[in-house]
């Protein structure tokens, strides 16, 4: 497998489920991100990862849980959502953060996770 | 703040017709980085383009041209001769300093054969 993959491509889940959703990177980079893509609304960074740790969560309600075992996989956990989480999760990596010896932030995306909560 | 506006939501175009996609940006940074990215049905965002806000220069590649202008703070995207492949939805997007992309709300291209 090469770049980014997302498993599962389509998941339906009731507000009482409980579901992850599964990140790889072929890539050899850093740098991981959790967006949300909903209909006609900007991509919402939701979290970030470097080096495993969490540089950043974007104010996400704790329905959704982030892991990062390693720097080539992420997770987002997911429990008592409400249909307004349903929406197209997207995952992505970048070499490193941006900054310093990497002044641009190339995020490379999976092909995401969509979701349905009814 | 940083603000990324793409105010055509979808257009449509017959295959072979030239077809510019519009994007503003705002940020007070004096350096930043300006993206295109493409997303096909299949759902992934496939990186197009990276310009810093030092080079106006015009780049084409292909039949894909991006006019960067920071006068008017626009960084356009033109296709010449649209093909049905084209057809996809297509996001700009703005990072500046150490911070992460901030994205438009992108335009959905259909490209009728």
Redesign the interface.
Known sequence: ET??TQTP?HLVMGMTNKKSLKCEQHLGHNAM?WYKQSA????E?MF?YNFKEQT?NNSVPSRFSPECPNSSHLFLHLHTLQPEDSA?Y?C?SSQD????AT??????????T?LTVL | AQK?TQAQ?EISVVEKEDVTLDCVYETRDT?Y?L?W?KQPP??????LI?R?SFDEQNEISGRYSWNFQKSTSSFNFTITASQVVDSAVY?CAL?T??????????TRLTVIP
């Open positions: 770049g980014v491509r991100y006609k609304k900007p991509l960074l970030v950043e197209l997207l992505a953060l941006a900054g310093g002044p641009y932030n190339e995020q490379f995306f999976g092909p995401g969509r | 990324v939501t350096t980085y993206f990215y299949s759902g992934e965002l496939v990186f990276r810093n996001f990072q300093g150490a911070n992460n992309l901030f994205f438009g709300t992108g």
